[in-house]
């Protein structure tokens, strides 16, 4: 990068703003996935005027620009595959406005989740896609990739609550989209085209989010299974019960296995266990939902059911499916988390599914998820300075994505596509919808300069 | 090829096992008052990582972000993969003084204590009006911090001590120096034998520490083995006071804030709010606390070193006291009341102090 360009950047952004230290070139290579490449250098934005000042340049540059959040995202899709400019934007940090009667918030990007959950549960509100990165992931992140969490079964994902946005186009334009109002038909939904966009078409500046009021109760059950199809069935038969669960986990065999081999929770060993949790305005409205799925899991041939009939056992009963991630995390050096996804009635056989690929090439996949949505994580385990074992783990992968789709399902959940599945983008989407997404990306991004390389845009 | 740097032999493993899930960016002081992500325990991590896969190599260019952590182990608290951060950066820091790379301030701090006998180079120790070298039951053992800095603090608790009429005697005491383990260096045993040869001499069967990182210094180094069998044993002053009966009360909105090296580092939470409930029944917790509490930004040689981010990380702790509407922080450190009240800002009107110099003024008052 030319230093009038550098020089440019300061003079835009303050020199104690900028950066090509090594130590922030090392950070900004990496997310939480296993891809990583330098960028030449890093800005802390402060204000929208900064971003499109920066954009417009870089777009005469052709410079690539990256917008970052935490860095927590799962597929690379915050790695600048191409370098070019960091555009960190943690330092865009404030809540601009809780309006309860209007039922919404207004954020900058760079605000954390897990503040903005504390600010709304001083009124009794809350912002209900809670991703399990939700302490330290930004919001802008989250509307970036469309965020999911583990209440996505009746809550929906991140994409369900976002109203309106400022984005920063790449010309420097800066635009907005949707309203203040909860509801909308006012031309072509530009906002639902920007969320789940992976900072490809412009850079979120500021975010309208519809919050709802937070239940005040909740139950909360477990049932282990002796046979994935009968946890299977009884996911199928609480879908045809009427009861949408606030919370429908499952954990599969090596997961509980791994757990038992690294903690002492002495878990019962069997092919699946069932977490539930149902949530309302008064606890006689919750245990009434939670009888009907109780009843479903007696029928469907429990090894054991057992509801919690204090927090502090609820607590207890949660510790299995919250040490899952940290349990796999420490067993090998590298591990790959996915998050496939299939119409719920094909959890069980995607677990299945995954158990198998697991045997047929000699490697470690430990699955858990949220049957509630279909959305699984299994998370493959291997030595990543093994070049036998990266092979194995690839093929795996390759894999899981082909069983994703064929039982009607998709590549990501709530991870995003990233540079991770760019390569699996038409194992999912017809040469229409490619070629539709690559129009997309020319049309606000003519010379491609927002993170480059992402999505498969550019085949 | 090069050799192997101690941190690999030691810690590969652990490095690798970093999954840069970012969590600890949450919970990290000097994160939270710079935002600048090479700086969490994440971006710490990587550099080492790249280090061993030989893309970077140990320099100067890291100084800002190995040397500026200040050990408070928030992100081990919180790491899912078990990652022991601190332990790790304290090994990176001896290989980068090894190869002659050291943020200046923690090379002054180890020239110091070759020369001089407490951290701050101060020939002329304090004597708190007080006969030093007794025999006695107890050694109080004041800590750096406390006898050149907070002797105020340092007063009031001595005057405790004689209220409640304990058997205690002052030494001439020296540095612990245990934390040139965490800047780089190694203990200084010159100034361990002088701690040693003058407690044991004193026949006390107890030190009582006022300082939290003497008290993990005198029970965790080895150097400092021959006290334990001797019979010597060590104990805070926190735990000395817990079953002490206090017949003084406050109607004051009193918090707690966790020194890093008495909570996390020990898991010393209740003592010192047992003793604080006795006192003050109006005791509010902060939003953070116990093995959440947010650092203040005085440890691991950061305040000496990265003075500014130092005092910013003391101001965010401080904030949370604004938010509870304290009138007093109480804290069992005398570092961390330093930083704490040279952040404090005017218009924040709660005292800082510690919980054995408030109990000695609620004393006074009576």
Redesign the interface.
């Known amino acids: 990068m030319e230093d009038r360009i550098k020089e440019a950047l300061k003079e835009i952004v303050g020199a104690d703003n900028y950066t090509e230290q090594l130590i922030d070139m090392v950070s900004y290579s990496y997310d939480a996935s296993e891809h990583h490449h330098r960028p030449t250098c890093g800005v802390w934005a402060t204000t929208v005027e900064q971003i499109s000042r920066i954009l417009e340049m870089a777009n005469r540059e052709r410079i690539p620009v990256i917008p970052r959040g935490a860095g927590t995202g799962l597929s690379g899709m915050a790695v600048p595959a191409r370098g070019g400019i960091v555009l960190d934007l943690n330092h865009m940090n404030r809540i601009l406005q809780i309006s309860i009667e209007d039922r919404l918030a207004i954020v900058q990007p760079g605000v954390v989740y897990a503040d903005l959950e504390r600010a709304l549960a001083q009124h009794g509100f809350f912002f209900p896609p809670d991703p399990a990165s939700g302490k330290v992931a930004t919001l802008g992140g989250n509307v970036a990739t469309n965020a999911g969490g583990v209440k996505g079964a009746k809550y929906g994902t991140t994409r369900d609550y976002v109203l309106g946005l400022q984005v920063v186009l790449p010309d420097g334009r800066v635009m907005r989209t949707g309203s203040h109002a909860m509801k909308s038909v006012s031309g072509y939904d530009l906002t639902r085209l920007f969320v789940g966009s992976e900072g490809t078409l412009g850079v979120v500046t500021e975010i309208i989010l519809k919050i709802n009021p937070k239940p005040t109760a909740t139950s909360t059950s477990m049932a282990t299974f002796d046979n994935l199809e009968d946890a299977g069935r009884a996911v199928s038969q609480i879908m045809h019960s009427g009861i949408i669960p606030s919370v429908l986990e499952i954990l599969g065999r090596d997961t509980i296995r791994a757990i038992n081999q690294n903690t002492d929770l002495n878990l019962p060993e069997v092919d699946a266990m069932l977490l539930a949790e149902t949530d309302g305005y008064t606890q006689a409205e919750t245990e009434y939902q939670m009888s009907k799925i109780m009843d479903i899991f007696r029928d469907n041939h429990p090894q054991q059911v057992q509801q919690a009939q204090s927090e502090a056992e609820a607590a207890s009963l949660w510790k299995a499916r919250k040490s899952a991630y940290a349990v796999l995390a420490r067993i090998k050096t590298h591990f790959v988390l996915e998050d496939v996804t299939v119409p719920i009635g094909n959890v069980a056989a995607l677990l299945k599914g995954v158990e198998e690929i697991a045997a047929r090439h000699e490697i470690q996949i430990a699955t858990f998820g949220h049957a509630g949505d279909g959305n699984l994580h299994p998370q493959i385990l291997y030595d990543g300075y093994d070049p036998a074992e990266v092979k194995k783990m690839e093929a795996a992968t390759a894999d899981l994505f082909r069983l994703a789709i064929d039982l009607k399902g998709t590549l990501t959940g709530e991870h995003g596509i990233g540079l991770a599945k760019a390569p699996y983008m038409t194992l999912e989407h017809d040469a229409a919808a490619m070629e539709a997404m690559r129009n997309i990306k020319k049309l606000f991004d003519p010379n491609n300069i927002l993170n480059p390389g992402k999505m498969a845009l550019e085949g | 090829m090069r050799d192997k740097y101690d941190f690999e032999i030691k810690y590969r493993?652990q490095i690798?096992?970093c999954?840069?899930?970012?969590?600890c960016?949450?919970v990290c002081p000097v994160y939270g008052s710079t935002?600048?992500?090479?700086?969490n325990a994440?971006?710490k991590m990587?550099?080492l990582k790249?280090v061993m896969d030989g893309h970077?190599d140990l320099n100067d260019?890291?100084i800002?972000?190995l040397f500026q952590c200040t050990t408070c182990a928030n992100c081990y608290q919180n790491c899912?993969?078990?990652v022991n951060v601190p332990e790790i950066i304290k090994q990176v820091r001896k290989d980068m003084v090894h190869i002659g790379s050291c943020h200046p301030a923690f090379t002054g701090m180890n020239e110091v204590l070759q020369a001089h006998d407490n951290i701050y180079a101060e020939d002329e120790p304090e004597d708190f009006e007080r006969e030093r070298n007794k025999q006695a039951r107890y050694v109080y053992f004041i800590g750096c911090v406390g006898g050149y800095r907070e002797d105020e603090s340092t007063l009031a608790t001595l005057d405790l001590l004689d209220r409640l009429s304990v058997d205690y005697t002052l030494i001439d005491e020296v540095c612990c120096s245990g934390v040139l383990e965490d800047v780089g260096f190694q203990i200084n045993p010159r100034l361990v034998q002088l701690n040693i040869e003058r407690i044991l001499t004193t026949g006390a069967e107890a030190v009582i520490t006022g300082c939290p990182y003497c008290f993990r210094t005198f029970n965790n180094k080895e150097q400092y083995a021959p006290l334990k069998e001797k019979g010597v044993s060590i104990i805070h002053i926190s735990q000395f006071l817990k079953n002490v009966a206090m017949d003084v009360t406050t109607d004051l909105r009193v918090t707690y804030h966790d020194p890093c090296d008495l909570g996390r580092h020990c898991g010393i939470y209740e003592e010192p709010r047992g003793t604080i409930r006795k006192i003050a029944p109006n005791f509010v917790e902060m939003r953070h606390h116990h093995a959440d509490a947010l650092c203040c930004g005085a440890g691991g040689g950061v305040r000496g070193a990265f003075a500014k981010n130092s005092i910013a990380m003391a101001r965010r702790r401080l904030e949370e006291a604004e938010e509870i509407e304290a009138d007093v922080v109480l804290t069992e450190c005398n570092s961390c009341v330093h930083n704490l009240s040279n952040a404090k800002l005017r218009k924040q009107k709660f005292k800082v102090c510690t919980t054995t110099a408030f109990i000695n003024e609620l004393m006074d008052e009576r």
């Open positions: 493993d690798l096992k999954s840069r899930c970012g969590f960016q949450a935002l600048r992500p090479a700086c994440r971006g990587l550099i790249e970077i260019e890291l800002d972000t899912p993969s078990g």
